[in-house]
C-alpha cells in the first residue's frame, strides 16, 4: 500500500518537472525566452536562478494540478462536500495564476518587453473580442452538445444503459446548487485563469496539442469519459480562438459564458429530470440527460 502510494506521488511529479522543462525549452526555441533566463554576458548566476524557480513553480502547479488528481483518481476518500468553503474552489485558479505571474515576474521584472503580447492580453477592439467570444461560446456549446448527444445515443442503442454513467460526477449536482453568485465567480475564474494558464501562458510555447492534452487531464479526476470527449472539443474550440485571434479574450468570454450556462441553467434543469436511481428512469431521454450533466 505505501509502496502504490509513493508510485501514485511520485510519478505525477516526475512527470510535471518533466512537463515543465519541456515548456522552458520549447519556449526558448520558439524565441519566447524572457530577457531575465537569458545567460548573462559575465556568466553571473541570477539568470539560472530564476529559470529555476520559475520551473519549479511551474511544476508544483502541474504536479498539483494536472497530473497528482489524475493518478490519485480512483483512490482518494469520497469529498463531504457539505464541509468544502467557497475559498477552495479558487485555490487551483490561484496556483496556476501564481505560476504564470512568477514566470512573468522573474523573466521580465526590469524589462520593457512586452509581456502582455506574450500572455495574449492585449486586444486591438476589445468589444469585437467580447462580441466574437459570445458568439464562439453558444455555437461551441451547442455543437458539443450534439456530438455528446449523439455519441450518447450511439452507446446508449449499442450497449444499453452500461454504457452511460448513472450518475454525474457528485461535484456536479453540489456546484449547481450553489449560490448564483458564487457560480458566476466560479465561472468567471474559470474563464479567466484557465484560458490565461492554457491558452495565454502554455499554448505559445508548447502548442495546442501539448496544452489541450494538459487541459483535458486536469480534468480526468472526474473520471467519466463522456466529460473527457466534451472538454478536449471545448479546448480545441478555444486554441483555435486564442490562434486565430492573437487574443485570449475571446476565448475567456466563450469559456466564462459555456461554464455560466452549464452551472446557472443546463445542469440545474437536467438534474430535475434525472430520478435518484440513475439517468435510465428518468423523464427525459438517457443520452441526453448524461450529456447535459457529466460534464
Same mark, same amino acid.
Given at each position: 500500500? @505505501? $509502496?502504490?502510494?509513493? !508510485?501514485?506521488?511520485? &510519478?505525477?511529479? #516526475?512527470? *510535471? +518537472? =518533466?512537463? /515543465?522543462?519541456?515548456? %522552458?525549452?520549447?519556449?526558448?526555441?520558439?524565441?519566447?525566452?524572457?530577457?531575465?533566463?537569458?545567460?548573462?554576458?559575465?556568466?553571473?548566476?541570477?539568470?539560472?536562478?530564476?529559470?529555476?524557480?520559475?520551473?519549479?513553480?511551474?511544476?508544483?502547479?502541474?504536479?498539483?494540478?494536472?497530473?497528482?488528481?489524475?493518478?490519485?483518481?480512483?483512490?482518494?476518500?469520497?469529498?463531504?462536500?457539505?464541509?468544502?468553503?467557497?475559498?477552495?474552489?479558487?485555490?487551483?485558479?490561484?496556483?496556476?495564476?501564481?505560476?504564470?505571474?512568477?514566470?512573468?515576474?522573474?523573466?521580465?521584472?526590469?524589462?520593457?518587453?512586452?509581456?502582455?503580447?506574450?500572455?495574449?492580453?492585449?486586444?486591438?477592439?476589445?468589444?469585437?473580442?467580447?462580441?466574437?467570444?459570445?458568439?464562439?461560446?453558444? @455555437? $461551441?456549446?451547442?455543437? !458539443?452538445?450534439?456530438? &455528446?448527444?449523439? #455519441?450518447? *445515443? +450511439? =452507446?446508449? /442503442?449499442?450497449?444499453? %444503459?452500461?454504457?452511460?454513467?448513472?450518475?454525474?460526477?457528485?461535484?456536479?449536482?453540489?456546484?449547481?446548487?450553489?449560490?448564483?453568485?458564487?457560480?458566476?465567480?466560479?465561472?468567471?475564474?474559470?474563464?479567466?485563469?484557465?484560458?490565461?494558464?492554457?491558452?495565454?501562458?502554455?499554448?505559445?510555447?508548447?502548442?495546442?496539442?501539448?496544452?489541450?492534452?494538459?487541459?483535458?487531464?486536469?480534468?480526468?479526476?472526474?473520471?467519466?469519459?463522456?466529460?473527457?470527449?466534451?472538454?478536449?472539443?471545448?479546448?480545441?474550440?478555444?486554441?483555435?480562438?486564442?490562434?486565430?485571434?492573437?487574443?485570449?479574450?475571446?476565448?475567456?468570454?466563450?469559456?466564462?459564458?459555456?461554464?455560466?450556462?452549464?452551472?446557472?441553467?443546463?445542469?440545474?434543469?437536467?438534474?430535475?429530470?434525472?430520478?435518484?436511481?440513475?439517468?435510465?428512469?428518468?423523464?427525459?431521454?438517457?443520452? #441526453?440527460?448524461? +450529456?447535459?450533466?457529466?460534464?
Amino acid at each position: 500500500m @505505501a $509502496g502504490s502510494l509513493l !508510485v501514485r506521488l511520485l &510519478l505525477p511529479l #516526475l512527470a *510535471a +518537472a =518533466a512537463c /515543465a522543462w519541456a515548456v %522552458d525549452r520549447l519556449a526558448a526555441r520558439r524565441g519566447l525566452d524572457p530577457p531575465g533566463f537569458r545567460p548573462s554576458p559575465d556568466g553571473h548566476p541570477l539568470p539560472a536562478i530564476r529559470r529555476a524557480l520559475a520551473l519549479t513553480v511551474l511544476a508544483a502547479a502541474l504536479w498539483i494540478g494536472v497530473f497528482a488528481p489524475m493518478a490519485m483518481a480512483g483512490s482518494q476518500p469520497e469529498v463531504d462536500f457539505s464541509r468544502v468553503e467557497p475559498a477552495q474552489l479558487f485555490l487551483l485558479h490561484f496556483l496556476f495564476a501564481v505560476a504564470v505571474a512568477a514566470w512573468y515576474l522573474l523573466g521580465f521584472a526590469g524589462s520593457a518587453s512586452r509581456w502582455t503580447v506574450q500572455l495574449g492580453l492585449r486586444a486591438r477592439r476589445p468589444l469585437e473580442e467580447l462580441g466574437i467570444g459570445l458568439v464562439a461560446g453558444l @455555437a $461551441g456549446w451547442m455543437a !458539443v452538445l450534439g456530438i &455528446l448527444v449523439a #455519441l450518447g *445515443a +450511439a =452507446a446508449w /442503442a449499442v450497449g444499453g %444503459d452500461e454504457l452511460l454513467p448513472d450518475q454525474p460526477p457528485a461535484m456536479v449536482p453540489w456546484l449547481a446548487g450553489l449560490p448564483v453568485w458564487l457560480r458566476l465567480a466560479v465561472s468567471l475564474s474559470a474563464g479567466v485563469v484557465e484560458e490565461g494558464f492554457f491558452r495565454g501562458f502554455l499554448q505559445p510555447r508548447a502548442g495546442i496539442a501539448l496544452s489541450t492534452a494538459l487541459f483535458v487531464l486536469a480534468h480526468a479526476g472526474y473520471q467519466q469519459p463522456l466529460m473527457l470527449v466534451g472538454i478536449t472539443l471545448l479546448s480545441l474550440l478555444f486554441a483555435l480562438l486564442v490562434r486565430w485571434r492573437q487574443s485570449i479574450w475571446a476565448a475567456v468570454v466563450a469559456h466564462t459564458l459555456f461554464d455560466a450556462v452549464q452551472l446557472l441553467v443546463v445542469v440545474p434543469t437536467a438534474l430535475d429530470y434525472l430520478p435518484q436511481a440513475g439517468v435510465a428512469g428518468g423523464l427525459m431521454p438517457a443520452p #441526453l440527460s448524461t +450529456a447535459l450533466t457529466v460534464w
